[in-house]
Nanobody, 114 residues
């Protein structure tokens, strides 16, 4: 049974940092491309980071230089370190796996506000 459990969200002021975690189970994590996505109210879900099986990473322009995705295959966990947060980063954040097509966890809320 596939599970993706996100955690680590919260409320921070602009310029602050948060580290999100996503614990995965139900598939071979080390064989999975993992990604983070977010959805703000009234907007479509968008991709914010991806990490390949080999550890290569990619980001859209909106977060490059501020967000860092990483993985720990020994813990079946993917992380998203978010620095220099902006109000525009406010959203529910989800992780995703290409080994669990169509499955989304419950997400974790990130709110950036002064």
């Amino acid at each position: 049974q596939v599970q993706l459990v996100e955690s680590g969200g919260g409320s921070v002021q602009p310029g602050g940092s948060l580290r999100l975690s996503c614990a995965a189970s139900g598939f071979i994590f080390s064989d999975a491309v993992m990604s983070w996505h977010r959805q703000a109210p009234g907007k479509e879900r968008e991709w914010v980071a991806v990490i390949t099986v080999g550890g290569a990473t990619k980001y859209p322009d909106s977060v490059r230089g501020r967000f860092t995705i990483s993985r720990d295959n020994s813990k079946n966990t993917v992380y998203l370190q978010m620095n220099s947060l902006e109000p525009e980063d406010t959203a529910v954040y989800y992780c995703y796996s290409n080994r669990a097509i169509g499955y989304w966890g419950q997400g974790t809320q990130v709110t950036v506000s002064s």
